[in-house]
């Protein structure tokens, strides 16, 4: 499958997660992305097809940063067999809240535990509200994702954070 220029995905043993711009507001600081869930055959139905999140430009630097935080001791881990990382470091929180819409895991915010090529990954969608005055409810999965490919995502973000693919104020999908 062939990416819009403006989209990112995020591959997964459950599937993938795609990114696409649908609408910036500059002045605000604010991107809107239309999030295609396009899960394995046995998971469709689980989480709907697509939904839309609400991203600050501050949260897609929070985002590369709590996923890179992740990234630097499990390849550190798999380059260097029996080598260790300072454990001392400063780990990221279990979770990472993005907006109201999404939020995010990798290994329960713990190091990695092994050298496989792969992190363990916490993937929730708020799926809205059950009725009036009630709290919403985050429905997703948790899945393996390859380091490589954590990686690319992180580039991606770290690409659109930079302005590179948001030069457009609106985009609209189908």
């Known amino acids: 499958m062939s990416l819009p220029k403006d989209a990112i995905e995020l591959r997964t043993d459950a599937g993938t997660l795609v990114f696409q711009i649908f609408r910036r507001y500059p002045n605000e600081g604010v991107t809107e992305f239309q999030v295609s869930c396009e899960l394995e055959a046995k998971f469709v139905g689980y989480l709907p097809e697509r939904f839309r999140a609400t991203f600050y430009q501050g949260d897609l630097a929070r985002l590369a940063s709590y996923l890179e935080v992740h990234l630097e001791p499990a390849r550190m881990k798999r ?4 080598t260790t990382w300072n454990e001392s470091k400063s780990f990221a929180e ?16 713990d190091p990695p535990a092994t050298d496989d090529g792969e992190l363990s990954i916490t993937v929730m969608i708020n799926c809205g509200s059950p009725g009036m005055d009630k709290p919403n409810c985050y429905f ?26 948001l030069g457009k104020t609106e985009r609209q999908t189908t």
């Open 79 to 82: 380059e260097n067999a029996g």
């Open 94 to 109: 279990p979770f990472l809240t993005l907006g109201m819409e999404f939020t995010i895991g990798v290994d329960g915010g």
């Open 140 to 165: 997703g999965f948790e899945s393996c994702v390859l380091i490589e490919d954590l990686g690319k995502f992180c580039s991606a973000i770290r690409k659109l954070e930079g302005g590179e693919n």
